[in-house]
């Protein structure tokens, strides 16, 4: 691991291409349309020669699991499947639009915490964007890390970002949230304070065959992430992946 720095890798999205010309250009913000259009952009937060098997969570092994199970999930599973959601919104009458304050922010955290000696656990990958029409439900920054006790220290730490430094022009909410934010809503009971109560450990999939589309689409998501592409701008990347076999989150 080349001088034991994390390194900010960005698969950026087309309808992003402006925040990235931005960037790249070193441009003022002050000249991004307010309305950048939606898309995800895909990052990661690695040391070099970090392999996608490393970071990402067995999406396949979860639908072996609900399988072997007759279509139930235990609970510690689902519990797993994290993740830090941090949402932006422009605040005080400004123009900018509110991918800037969270590309600002994601910046701020790539600089501090590149040390992975120091940092230890501070690796992550996600997407930010959105695909929402509303302004008034901002954009968003979804974060993974490789287990929960990482996961806490990241979102406490965006947490003392933000206490810390004021962006202007945007006000931010930051959260945690289920990974595949769709499957608690799949499963029978989960939501129901009696049915855990009971001591019942696991949760029927309600629609088998949703569930699984929902897996071939976290699938496609994993071909976005960049794990080992160049340093610089500009050089080809490549087109595809394969989905992770044993990584350690989603």
């Keep these: ?13 087309p309808a992003h291409e402006e925040l990235k010309r931005s960037v790249e250009e070193r441009r003022s913000p002050e000249e991004l349309t307010p309305a950048i259009g939606q898309g995800w952009t895909y990052l990661t937060f690695c040391p070099k020669g970090t392999s996608a098997e490393e970071v990402l969570y067995d999406i396949d092994q979860l639908g072996v699991l609900a399988r072997q199970n007759h279509y139930h999930l235990p609970h510690e599973v689902v519990s797993q499947h994290n993740k830090v959601v941090l949402t932006a919104y422009s605040d005080g009458g400004s123009s900018l639009p509110p991918i800037w304050g969270i590309f600002t922010l994601l910046s ?9 000696r120091r940092y230890t656990a501070h ?38 970002i933000l206490s810390e430094t004021r962006i202007e022009g945007f006000r931010f909410e930051l959260n945690f949230s289920n990974g595949l934010s769709a499957i608690p809503r799949m499963l029978d009971g989960f939501d129901n304070p ?3 109560q009971s001591g019942t450990r696991h949760y029927r999939i309600a629609d088998p065959a949703r569930f699984m589309a929902l897996l ?26 394969r ?6 989150n989603a």
């Design 1 to 13: 691991m080349e001088n034991g720095k994390r390194r900010l890798v960005l698969n950026w999205s």
């Design 108 to 116: 701020m955290f790539a600089a501090r915490f590149a040390d992975m």
């Design 123 to 160: 690796g992550i990958y996600g997407k930010f964007g959105g695909v929402y029409e509303r302004p008034e439900k901002g954009r968003v920054l979804a974060i993974y890390s490789r287990n929960a006790d990482a996961l806490l220290t990241i979102y406490e730490s965006l947490e003392k």
């Design 194 to 196: 009696e049915y855990r």
């Design 216 to 241: 071939d689409q976290a699938r496609k998501d994993y071909e976005m992430y960049r794990f080992d592409e160049a340093e610089f701008p500009g050089k080809k990347q490549r087109s595809s992946m």
């Design 243 to 248: 989905p992770a076999r044993n990584g350690t």
